[in-house]
């Protein structure tokens, strides 16, 4: 059972930065598509970023280009989220997926329990 644990979320101000941390264990992490999603209350959760098994294919959603990177470790099972420049739009819980297919209609096999950003103007 793959188990998936996001860190480093927090309350900032507009304009500054964050790195999410997501730790991967239970199964081969190189076999896994990873992707990071953002919820708030009374709205559904919406795709962020992905980054295939391989680390060789990056996707963004709109609001998340040239803000984010999204990039991975296989030595540390670690993949990470790196948001700069950040909008009170980016408040949310973030959460991480796992997968064997990158999608972009969130359809992961394994979730963390997520870390709540908090962008304050």
């Known amino acids: 059972q793959v188990r998936l644990v996001e860190s480093g979320g927090g309350l900032v101000q507009v304009g500054d930065s964050l790195r999410l941390s997501c730790t991967f264990s239970g199964r081969d992490f190189t076999n896994y598509a990873m992707a990071w999603a953002r919820q708030v209350p009374g709205k559904e959760r919406e795709f962020v970023a992905g980054i295939s098994w391989s680390g060789g294919s990056t996707f963004y959603a709109r609001s998340a280009e040239g803000r984010f990177t999204i990039s991975r470790d296989d030595t540390k099972q670690t993949a990470h989220l790196q948001m700069d420049n950040l909008k009170p739009e980016d408040t949310g819980i973030y959460y991480c997926?796992?997968?064997?297919?990158?999608?972009?209609?969130?359809?992961?096999?394994?979730w963390g329990q997520g870390t709540q950003v908090t962008v304050s103007s």
């Open positions: 997926g796992a997968g064997p297919n990158l999608d972009f209609g969130l359809h992961y096999d394994f």
